[in-house]
């Protein structure tokens, strides 16, 4: 963000905010009270805000990284897979950041931005992001390279991560713009150092809680879960997992992203 909003900017997004609320259809929410159907997505209230703040005031830099993902969907392996190929040559995997910091910390969740704004200007470049918001509901200055740059985007499935992190590791080194050489060797230990059964067992992810925004905070300990493929199985009929695939097939036909599950 490269602004502080005035007191006359922060009483017009919240008078847009009250106005959306008033006239948004709307359902019951389970971690809040009501869930109201924004640009085509049921978003919670702070959510919405949240949205209309970041149309507001971020600015992207050409250099910019994102990494766009849906909830429970390795975001978190992700976080700490990027951060660590981007600062290789920064920290030593005996005493690394990650041994004393949840991956959470490693870069911003810009979907949770709040009042006081936060000023980026003070990233070291490439600047990284998360996001879960969807393509659609992202400013033009992060989503428009979906269809002006193709070759900017690197879709990741969270099976190839699993089956092949090396190969992947590689690959998502060389679109950051900070490739492996033939004689580095770090790649191993990134992966080891980012593996679900390494992270989940510090102590600092066990316990303690991060932040995001100003009024919500997650126990650090929910971020890892199982790490398994295959587990809607123990959720999910057959019938409901083939009209998710269906579904998902339309969605997603020619972004070049092609799921083919194997469980």
């Not at 602004?3 to 709307?26: N, R, V």
């Not at 009270?33 to 149309?55: A, E, T």
């Amino acid at each position: 963000m490269n602004s502080f909003p005035s007191s006359e900017e922060d009483s017009e997004i919240c008078e847009k905010h009250k106005q959306l609320l008033e006239t948004l259809p709307k359902g019951s929410g389970w971690r809040v009270q009501h869930v109201y159907n924004y640009n085509g997505f049921w978003l919670d209230p702070k959510s919405i805000k949240n949205n209309l703040l970041l149309h507001t005031y971020f600015r992207s830099q050409p250099t910019d990284i994102f990494l766009a993902s849906f909830m429970k969907s390795g975001t978190t392996w992700l976080k700490a897979l990027m951060f660590s190929t981007l600062n290789r040559h920064r920290y030593s995997f005996s005493d690394h950041h990650l041994h004393n910091h949840s991956p959470q910390s490693t870069f911003p969740f810009l979907d949770s931005e709040s009042y006081p704004i936060t000023d980026f200007t003070n990233m070291s470049v490439p600047r990284l992001f998360a996001t879960h918001f969807p393509r659609t509901l992202l400013p033009a200055c992060m989503s428009s390279c979906n269809l002006e740059s193709p070759d900017k985007i690197l879709f990741l499935k969270y099976e190839d991560i699993k089956e092949q992190p090396e190969v992947v590791v590689r690959k998502l080194a060389a679109f950051m713009g900070k490739p492996f050489t033939v004689e580095e060797e770090e790649v191993r230990e990134i992966v080891k150092l980012c593996s679900f059964e390494n992270l989940s067992n510090l102590e600092v992810n066990k316990k303690g809680v991060d932040k995001f925004g100003t009024l919500v905070e997650v126990e650090r300990r929910y971020f890892f879960r199982k790490g398994e493929i295959g587990d809607w199985k123990n959720y999910l009929s057959e019938e409901m997992k083939e009209r998710i695939d269906a579904i998902t097939d339309v969605k997603f036909q020619g972004s070049g992203l092609i799921l083919n599950a194997k469980v």
